[in-house]
């Protein structure tokens, strides 16, 4: 609890800096400066985006085109462990990614969603599939829909673990089948887009 609120201090401090630093470098006489809001909406997408690239696993963060600078300073983030330390470190970064020309940005939150889209699609998937276990051990007719679905699934199984992960719950076992069946779901979801795709020329 007390990590999570020294976090939730870091980035409001954070905010208040960039927000300052924005407010800075435009003159209250130049009708075409951003407003506040403006400028306030842009900094935490900044922000947002900075923790992005500190937090993004190293395989994928190695696959975007940084400039040499902000990509020394996020590793330099990883690397740090003291809270301080840190907090220094991303509001670095903060400073570098202002410089940067908005083409850049944009293409980079552009990079990032298209990195991103694989871990939000498994997620998606992993959700479908624990709605459906839940469904074939709450209804029985469940089976009929999923084996309309997924054709090639090995249903015996299915219905074999189905009703293991039932006296489980009833006897309050450890949930052994109720995880068995999850795999078994998952192998017959892929097997089925597998079999789905269409053959290459």
Known sequence: MNEVRR???VKKHMLDEWHDYAAM????????????????KASTALQSLGVQLVELPRERFARLALPDAL???????????????RRRQLQYIGRLMRDLD????????????????????EA?????????????IDDDDALT????????????????LVR????EQTEQRPPRAFRELFQL??????????????DLP
């Not at 470098?25 to 306030?40: F, L, V, W």
């Not at 908005?102 to 699609?121: G, K, M, V, Y």
């Not at 829909?145 to 074999?160: F, K, N, S």
């Open 145 to 160: 829909l999923w084996a309309r679905e997924h054709p090639h699934a090995d249903l015996q199984t299915v219905r074999a």
């Open 102 to 121: 908005e083409s850049l940005i944009q293409q980079l939150r552009a990079d990032l969603d298209a990195l991103n889209a694989p871990s939000r699609d």
């Open 71 to 85: 990509r020394e300073a996020v590793n330099e983030a990883r690397r740090i462990t003291a809270h301080e330390g």
């Open 25 to 40: 470098k435009y003159s209250r006489s130049d009708e075409n400066a951003p407003s506040r809001t403006q400028r306030k």
């Open 124 to 136: 998606r998937r992993m959700r479908e599939l624990e709605q459906w276990r839940a469904r074939l």
């Open 185 to 198: 779901l998952k192998t017959a979801s892929i097997s089925t887009d597998d079999q789905s795709k269409p």
């Open 164 to 167: 293991q992960a039932r006296k």
């Open 7 to 9: 976090s939730s201090r």
